[in-house]
């Protein structure tokens, strides 16, 4: 069984690809940016800001599918700046909770976005 999901609010993809795809019982989503549905930056050069506009974009994203953060069991980020990981990090705990999800953190040269300070993609466990 495959399944794509384009989830209301979420900006338009500006290549060849889709939200989030579910398959065999895991939901793959796509690297979220912190952007709005005009696909306009959000948060600024607040990192923090712009973390917590990936993971609200994130839990729209997941729950399409049926999903929570509870269900994810791998995330990977991606830093323009790796010295920015510990004020992302709150913003990651309180999304998660108690729920510890394998992880991959990545220092970029830039992303699509201008301005964009962020990048996160992750796998979740659809529940049944």
């Known amino acids: 069984m495959r399944r794509e999901y384009r989830v209301a609010g ?20 796509s690297g979220i940016v912190p952007v709005d549905e005009r696909r306009e ?45 510990p004020l992302v990090n709150p913003v990651r705990q309180e999304v998660f909770g108690d729920t510890r999800p394998a992880s991959t953190l990545v220092e970029i040269s830039g992303l699509v976005i201008p301005g964009a300070k962020i990048e996160v993609e992750c796998v979740a466990v659809v529940p049944t």
């Open 41 to 85: 930056l959000v948060g600024g050069d607040d990192v923090v800001a712009q973390a917590r506009c990936v993971f609200e974009n994130m839990r729209d994203v997941l729950a399409a599918a049926g999903c929570t953060f509870a269900d994810v069991v791998k995330v990977t980020v991606f830093l323009t700046d790796v010295d920015d990981r």
């Open 10 to 29: 979420q900006a338009e993809p500006i290549s060849h690809f889709t939200d989030a795809v579910e398959a065999n019982g895991f939901l793959f989503v």
